[in-house]
């Protein structure tokens, strides 16, 4: 099993920046696919960016042109820079893994491995 533990987050003004990370153990880069997910209040879960294992990101449309994945290889830590937030940003942001080095889902129920969750609120 792996564990993600999520850092980062908080409050910011509409067109402000974040940056989340997601430290991961027991976890093994050409085994995983990775990503974020969020959760706003009485919404499902919907996946934001996913990454499989040789680096080949997919971004919702949502976030497209406004967030980044990254990660450190070294340290083992995911990251999403978020850039001009917006108000409708607001929500419980999750990071993911699933045991496939290919994602080829969007399915919330396919990724079994979720950090704990980090609230980002954007005020307008």
């Known amino acids: 099993a792996i564990d993600l533990v999520q850092s980062g987050g908080g409050t910011v003004q509409a067109g402000g920046s974040l940056r989340l990370s997601c430290a991961a153990s027991g976890y093994t880069k050409r085994d995983f696919c990775v990503g974020w997910f969020r959760q706003a209040p009485g919404n499902g879960r919907e996946g934001l960016v996913l990454i499989d294992s040789v680096d080949v990101p997919a971004y919702a449309d949502s976030v497209k042109g406004r967030f980044t994945f990254s990660r450190d290889d070294a340290k083992n830590i995911l990251y999403l820079q978020m850039n001009n937030l917006k108000p409708e940003d607001t929500a419980m942001y999750y990071c993911?893994?699933?045991?496939?080095?290919?994602?080829?889902?969007?399915?919330?129920?396919?990724?079994?491995?979720w950090g704990q969750g980090t609230q980002v609120t954007v005020s307008s």
């Open positions: 993911v893994a699933r045991p496939d080095p290919y994602c080829g889902t969007w399915s919330p129920s396919d990724y079994k491995y």
